[in-house]
C-alpha cells in the first residue's frame, strides 16, 4: 500500500504514512519468526521512507500491548500488557495514508 500511495503523492506532495507496530518487532523467539521479521522490515522502511520522499513523514505507531493468544504464548511479555478488549483484525502490515489537507491529489 506504501508504494502506491508513494507513486500517487510523488516527490512534489507533503503526505503522512503511518504504519502499526508491534512488540513483536524488537524481539527473536521460535515462534513467529516470520512476524517478528517482517514487523522489523516494516519499521525500517518507514524510517526509509522520507530518505527517498523527503516530503513524505512516515511513522511507525506501536498503540500498546493487549492480551492476545499470540501474547499468551510469550509470557516473558505478559507484563506489559495492560489493555483487554475487542481487536479489529487488519491485515499486517498495514499502512494508513494521511495527505497533507491543503495536498490536492488529482
Excluded at 21 to 49: C, D, F, N
Amino acid at each position: 500500500m506504501s508504494r502506491a500511495f508513494l507513486r500517487l503523492v510523488g516527490l512534489e506532495r507533503e503526505a503522512t504514512i503511518i504504519t502499526i507496530g508491534t512488540w513483536g518487532m524488537l524481539t527473536v523467539s521460535p515462534q513467529g519468526t516470520s512476524y517478528q521479521i517482517s514487523k522489523l522490515a516494516q519499521g525500517r522502511l518507514s524510517e526509509a521512507i522520507p530518505l527517498a520522499y523527503p516530503k513524505v513523514s512516515s511513522m511507525n505507531y506501536h498503540p500498546g500491548m493487549i492480551i492476545t493468544d499470540m501474547a499468551d504464548s510469550h509470557p516473558e511479555a505478559l507484563h506489559f500488557c495492560e489493555d483487554t478488549g475487542t481487536l479489529i483484525l487488519l491485515p499486517s502490515p498495514i499502512s494508513l495514508s494521511l495527505p497533507n489537507p491543503t495536498t490536492k491529489l488529482t
